[in-house]
């Protein structure tokens, strides 16, 4: 399984972006995909995650109302829509892939394939 990573960028505080994450080597539907971010300095924290099941949504309290996370199983690609975006998403962000289990998790011992990061800057 291979995750590709894109649509970074460097946007204005409130302003949108749109993550993609390109999946190869493995349908979407039974396994659960997760976004994480990565300050400089900081541990790595999840974002977002969609369920593989049953495309149920899982966010961090600090996302949540700004950030969407959706599927299309037939692109194999997963989206992560961010607007309002704060000073504080500065970060790479990075997808991820749970090889045995549908069900979403928050912490990144859970997945199984990374893709290699996406660099989102929040500043004016």
């Known amino acids: 399984v291979q995750l590709q990573a894109s649509g970074g960028g460097l946007v204005q505080p409130g302003g949108s972006l749109r993550l993609s994450c390109a999946v190869s080597?493995?349908?979407?539907?039974?396994?659960?995909i997760g976004w994480f971010r990565q300050a400089p300095g900081k541990e790595r924290e999840f974002v977002a995650g969609?369920?593989?099941?049953?495309?149920?949504?899982l966010y961090a309290e600090s996302v949540k109302g700004r950030f969407t996370i959706s599927r299309d199983s037939a692109k194999r690609t997963v989206y992560l829509q961010m607007n309002s975006l704060k000073y504080e998403d500065t970060a790479v962000y990075y997808c991820a892939f749970r090889r045995h289990s549908p069900s979403i998790a928050t912490f990144s011992e859970a997945y199984n394939y990374w893709g290699q990061g996406t660099l989102v800057t929040v500043s004016s």
């Open positions: 969609v369920g593989g099941s049953d495309g149920r949504t």
């Open positions: 080597g493995s349908t979407l539907d039974d396994y659960a």
